[in-house]
Each structure stands twice: as structure tokens, then as C-alpha cells.
Nanobody, 122 residues
Framework: QVQLVESGGGLVQAGGSLRLSCAAS????????MGWYRQAPGKQRELVAVITSGGVTNYADSVKGRFTISRDNSKNTVYLQMNSLKPEETAVYYC????????????????WGQGTQVTVSS
């Protein structure tokens, strides 16, 4: 069974930094795109950043220049370095991965982590 396990959330003051990690475990063929989303109370889940298996990245406009997504394919892990955090970025941050699992045609399955709380105090 494939699982995504996140770590690294917490409480930080405005202007501070946090680094999130998300590791995929279980039996699978390969991981395609990996990304981070966030959901603030009363708001829809939104894309923060995504990275392909080849290392191509894409960011939400609101985090460009402050957040950096990276991955270590040997560890099946994706990271999100968050700098200059703002109070309005308080949210639950979710890891997402498209994973090709074993089966007929090596189907692509979307997996989500359980979420990690990031709280930015003013």
C-alpha cells in the first residue's frame, strides 16, 4: 500500500522559514509529478508548487521567489522550503503525488498525504 507521510509543519513567526518533507513508501513502479497544496480554514485547497520527475518546477504566483520545491528521487521524497512566511499562509499543507502502481497498464493513481499544519503568527 502506497503512503505519503509529511513532516516539518509547525508554528513560526511572520518572516520566518519552515521546511516541509513528504516521503512516499510502499510498492510502486515510479513517481511522476509531486506537489504541495494548502487549505486555509473556509477556503478551497490551492496549488502551492509542483515538480516533475525530471525536476521541472511550477509555483503559485503568490509564493514565487519565497518558496522552493525540490525532490530526491532516490528517497522518494519531496521538499518545500518556505521563506518569508506570511500570516495569511497559515493553512494545512498537503503533499500530493501521481504514482504509477503495479497492475495492468501501470495505472496512474493520485495520492495525498494526511496534511501538516503550518501556522504563521503576526
Amino acid at each position: 500500500q502506497v503512503q505519503l507521510v509529511e513532516s516539518g509543519g509547525g508554528l513560526v513567526q511572520a518572516g520566518g522559514s519552515l521546511r516541509l518533507s513528504c516521503a512516499a513508501s510502499g510498492r510502486f513502479f515510479r513517481i511522476n509529478d509531486m506537489g504541495w497544496y494548502r487549505q486555509a480554514p473556509g477556503k478551497q485547497r490551492e496549488l502551492v508548487a509542483v515538480i516533475t520527475s525530471g525536476g521541472v518546477t511550477n509555483y503559485a504566483d503568490s509564493v514565487k521567489g519565497r518558496f522552493t520545491i525540490s525532490r530526491d528521487n532516490s528517497k522518494n521524497t519531496v521538499y518545500l522550503q518556505m521563506n518569508s512566511l506570511k500570516p495569511e499562509e497559515t493553512a494545512v499543507y498537503y503533499c500530493n503525488a501521481e504514482i504509477r502502481v503495479y497492475g495492468v497498464g501501470l495505472p496512474r493513481v493520485d495520492y495525498w498525504g494526511q496534511g501538516t499544519q503550518v501556522t504563521v503568527s503576526s
